[in-house]
C-alpha cells in the first residue's frame, strides 16, 4: 500500500491549490482515504476524509466551505480542491489511509496506519 501526494506550493491569500494522491496496492472503493496537515509547532490533523465505498465525507471545521476533496477511482487518484486559501492553511499536507478503516470520521480522528510522503503548501503574501 501506498500513497504519494503532490500539488503543494506557494500562492497567496485568497488563492487555490489542487492536491492529488495517487494510491497503489489497494482500491478506492472501500477504505477511508483522506488529508492531514502538520504546521510547525503543531500537531498533525485531520483536514478532510473519505469514505470510498459510500462517499461521505468529513471535514475539519477550519475548512468547511473552502475545501472539497474527491477521487477518481479510474485514476486510483484522490483531491483536495482547496480554494480562499489562509495563511493559517500553510502546512505540510499528507493522504493517509487506513485499510481497516472504512468510516471518513474515523479516519480523521484516528491514527492512520499508512502515509505518503507530504507536500508543502504556504499561503503567503
Known amino acids: 500500500v501506498q500513497l504519494q501526494a503532490s500539488g503543494g506550493g506557494l500562492v497567496q491569500p485568497g488563492g487555490s491549490l489542487t492536491l492529488s494522491c495517487v494510491v497503489s496496492?489497494?482500491?478506492?472503493?472501500?477504505?477511508?482515504v483522506g488529508w492531514f496537515r502538520q504546521a510547525p509547532g503543531k500537531e498533525r490533523e485531520g483536514v478532510s476524509c473519505l469514505s470510498t465505498w459510500n462517499d461521505i465525507t468529513h471535514y475539519a471545521d477550519a475548512v468547511k466551505g473552502r475545501f472539497t476533496i474527491s477521487r477518481d477511482t479510474a485514476k486510483n487518484t484522490v483531491y483536495l480542491q482547496m480554494n480562499n486559501l489562509r495563511p493559517e492553511d500553510t502546512a505540510v499536507y499528507y493522504c493517509?489511509?487506513?485499510?481497516?478503516?472504512?468510516?471518513?470520521?474515523?479516519?480523521?480522528?484516528?491514527?492512520?496506519?499508512?502515509w505518503g510522503a507530504g507536500t508543502q503548501v504556504t499561503v503567503s503574501s
Open positions: 493517509a489511509t487506513d485499510l481497516g478503516h472504512s468510516s471518513s470520521y474515523a479516519l480523521c480522528n484516528g491514527r492512520p496506519s499508512t
Open positions: 496496492g489497494f482500491t478506492l472503493n472501500r477504505p477511508a
